[in-house]
């Protein structure tokens, strides 16, 4: 370290450690759930996390109105051990060479049952809040094609044919015929079960369109003009035998699986609009029992694709439901085009894709893509500027995601282009657009590089998010590949030799990364025993461009961590008097070191970091 640097960290450091009543997020006018400051989040696809009910797994009759339309001849619930590019006999025997197909119509049984069995895995983790996938009634694997919005799916509680009885009984358009399937009952026991371990659940909400599946398109198709859904949707022409006109309307992205809800200045047109707040009441307090027992909030899908003023509406009737509600969108944009969704007045925070933009420059792109440790703070520093006071401490500080490549894939293809450049990079991190995209699993110097990752994203501002599986070592390309079969210790996988052409490789043993799980498991326990790490003020206080050293001090109140990370590839040494005249744990070692002055120097090892706890 330079004099001019050493002297300057000696003075940011000694002047934080003078002030134990240092100011926090939590001070001054804020409109976020405080809460949502002090979570470590965990995102399930449901379909994927765990089959906890086999009597209820969906059959070829589940799957009609998903994509692909074309109905297949043969079809089964997959495997789940299985070798993920390997077709199955069955698939082999619909003749289709599109690999897209295949795994499209996959379905491999997890369900809310599933979710309940592993509350305590989560818990054990360190987890406190769930954010689901849609979990709402829908014929595909992802269900973004609801067919409505006021019941589970029926393939993921236990009475499927009952459920479908049931809801066969009600008028959607009228909440007070509504009825209660099996599987909305299941979903209710998952939240109190969730609560009765301090974790809270997030549903997510899809309220561009809805599927063709859904019961308002399903009339429209059938009744045209004459239904009552006639003014629901995006209709360009109605079907007149007389005129020859045929029947079309707007899809989300073109997609005709997806038929878009109408807008007008006001957003949603009144009968989506009506129906989507009576479906929102209904999560957030079931049969009016009270808050306790519904949902803590919602992820918002696509919310740049519905207007503003929708957004301020709904907002005031989440509000006015449950004041201590968290909302949080997907707006994959630059930040000047987030900011307005943030003001307090439409969402609380955001998925936060341009944390891992940032992240992915400074800490997974080659040497030629690469950003240096100082243009890495001010990136930071203009991400937490952007928002109004609180903001920054309850978005989710995500990387992977089911619309990203995982991040241990994200590593091995490190390279191919930035994630910041979304359009170019998701197609880019899809085999099916990039022959050249490698599928292999990481080896061990990229889980550290994940690892190194982790420490930064367990210790900075803002809630981590972490996509189920990240935490022991799964990989996969960008959808559908991100969105393989959760890997638990009891299920027996086949190795990965597969290529998606249908050629093999060398085998890649699929199975819990017990290493990665440990580091994940003790992140995350270290964030939620500090509260200077979920509330506490940001203040960088190494900045060392040559030998890619980063440091940083978090205070709340008597609680102070200082964070020191190598993003180096080879051990860097630093000058204890960055510590000050007080005594340090390193909570990152199972040794829990102590550091002082008298140490001298101070090692970070390479690829690493260090997570010192004032004494």
């Given at each position: 370290m330079n004099n001019i640097l050493q002297l300057a960290v000696r003075t940011l450091i000694s002047a934080t450690l003078a002030i134990p009543m240092a100011t926090s997020a939590s001070q001054g006018e804020e409109f976020v759930p405080q809460w949502a400051k002090e979570v470590v989040w965990y995102q399930i696809f449901p379909e994927r996390f765990r089959n906890g009910d086999t009597a209820n797994d969906p059959g070829r009759k589940d799957i009609l109105g998903a994509d692909p339309q074309e109905a297949p001849k043969q079809w089964q619930v997959h495997p789940w051990g299985s070798d993920w590019y390997e077709l199955?006999?069955?698939?082999?025997?619909?003749?289709?060479?599109?690999?897209?197909?295949?795994?499209?119509?996959?379905?491999?049984?997890?369900?809310?049952?599933?979710?309940?069995?592993?509350?305590?895995?989560?818990?054990?983790?360190?987890?406190?809040?769930?954010?689901?996938?849609?979990?709402?009634?829908?014929?595909?694997?992802?269900?973004?094609?609801?067919?409505?919005?006021?019941?589970?799916?029926?393939?993921?509680?236990?009475?499927?044919?009952?459920?479908?009885?049931?809801?066969?009984?009600?008028d959607p358009l009228d909440p007070s015929t509504w009825v209660w399937t099996s599987a909305d009952e299941l979903a209710l026991n998952l939240i109190d079960e969730a609560h009765?371990?301090?974790?809270?659940?997030?549903?997510?909400?899809?309220?561009?369109?809805?599927?063709?599946?859904?019961?308002?398109?399903?009339?429209?198709?059938?009744?045209?003009?004459?239904?009552?859904?006639?003014?629901?949707?995006?209709?360009?022409?109605?079907?007149?035998?007389?005129?020859?006109?045929?029947?079309?309307?707007?899809?989300?992205?073109?997609?005709?699986?997806?038929?878009?809800?109408?807008?007008?200045?006001?957003?949603?047109?009144?009968g989506p609009r009506d129906y989507v707040f009576a479906a929102t009441e209904r999560w957030m307090n079931p049969k009016g029992k009270g808050i306790e027992h519904g949902i803590d909030g919602w992820r918002l899908d696509v919310a740049f694709e519905v207007h503003h003023n929708f957004w301020k509406a709904w907002r005031s009737h989440v509000k006015s439901i449950n004041p201590e509600a968290y909302l949080t969108a997907e707006i994959v944009?630059?930040?000047?085009?987030?900011?307005?969704?943030?003001?307090?007045?439409?969402?609380?925070?955001?998925?936060?894709?341009?944390?891992?933009?940032?992240?992915?420059?400074?800490?997974?792109?080659?040497?030629?893509?690469?950003?240096?440790?100082?243009?890495?703070?001010?990136?930071?520093?203009?991400?937490?500027?952007?928002?109004?006071?609180?903001?920054?401490?309850?978005?989710?500080?995500?990387?992977?995601?089911?619309?990203?490549?995982?991040i241990?894939?994200?590593?091995?293809?490190?390279?191919?282009?930035?994630?910041?450049?979304?359009?170019?990079y998701f197609n880019r991190s899809q085999v099916t657009n990039n022959a050249d995209y490698v599928v292999r699993k990481p080896n061990e110097h990229e889980i550290q590089l994940q690892m190194l990752f982790a420490i930064f994203q367990m210790t900075y501002v803002g809630a981590p998010m972490i996509y189920y599986?990240?935490?022991?070592?799964?990989?996969?390309?960008?959808?559908?590949?991100?969105?393989?079969?959760?890997?638990?210790?009891?299920?027996?996988?086949?190795?990965?030799?597969?290529?998606?052409?249908?050629?093999?490789r060398s085998p890649d043993q699929v199975g819990v990364n017990t290493d990665l799980l440990r580091h994940y498991r003790n992140l995350i326990h270290i964030r939620n025993?500090?509260?200077?790490?979920?509330?506490?003020?940001?203040?960088?206080v190494l900045i060392d461009d040559k030998r890619r050293l980063y440091g940083y001090h978090r205070v709340y109140r008597n609680n102070q961590v200082l964070v020191i990370l190598n993003n180096a590839s080879q051990a860097n040494t630093i000058s204890a008097e960055i510590l000050g005249d007080s005594t340090w744990i390193n909570v990152l070692n199972h040794q829990k070191d102590t550091y002082d002055q008298r140490r001298g120097k101070i090692v970070i090892p390479p690829l690493d970091g260090l997570i010192l706890v004032r004494q």
């Open positions: 199955q006999a069955y698939e082999k025997a619909n003749g289709e060479p599109e690999l897209w197909k295949h795994l499209l119509r996959r379905r491999y049984g997890g369900d809310l049952q599933g979710v309940i069995n592993q509350l305590d895995y989560l818990k054990a983790l360190g987890i406190s809040a769930i954010y689901l996938n849609p979990v709402f009634d829908a014929p595909s694997l992802h269900k973004y094609d609801g067919a409505s919005y006021h019941h589970i799916d029926p393939t993921f509680g236990p009475d499927p044919e009952g459920d479908r009885k049931l809801m066969a009984t009600e009765k371990r301090d974790i809270r659940i997030l549903f997510d909400g899809v309220f561009n369109h809805m599927g063709i599946n859904s019961f308002a398109f399903q009339h429209l198709r059938k009744h045209q003009q004459a239904s009552p859904y006639k003014d629901w949707f995006i209709v360009e022409s109605f079907r007149d035998d007389k005129t020859g006109s045929k029947f079309k309307y707007s899809g989300w992205f073109g997609v005709e699986s997806l038929p878009e809800f109408r807008e007008d200045e006001h957003g949603l047109v009144k944009d630059v930040p000047e085009k987030v900011k307005p969704y943030l003001q307090g007045d439409e969402f609380d925070g955001e998925m936060n894709y341009n944390f891992a933009f940032t992240a992915a420059e400074f800490f997974f792109n080659p040497p030629d893509m690469n950003i240096s440790v100082s243009a890495f703070d001010r990136k930071l520093a203009d991400l937490r500027d952007l928002y109004p006071q609180g903001v920054a401490y309850v978005v989710q500080n995500l990387f992977g995601s089911h619309d990203s490549n995982r241990g894939s994200h590593i091995v293809n490190r390279g191919i282009g930035n994630f910041r450049d979304w359009g170019n599986g990240d935490e022991v070592g799964m990989w996969g390309a960008n959808d559908p590949d991100t969105r393989k079969p959760m890997i638990w210790p009891d299920i027996e996988y086949e190795d990965e030799v597969y290529l998606p052409d249908g050629s093999k025993r500090n509260p200077a790490l979920q509330l506490g003020d940001f203040q960088s």
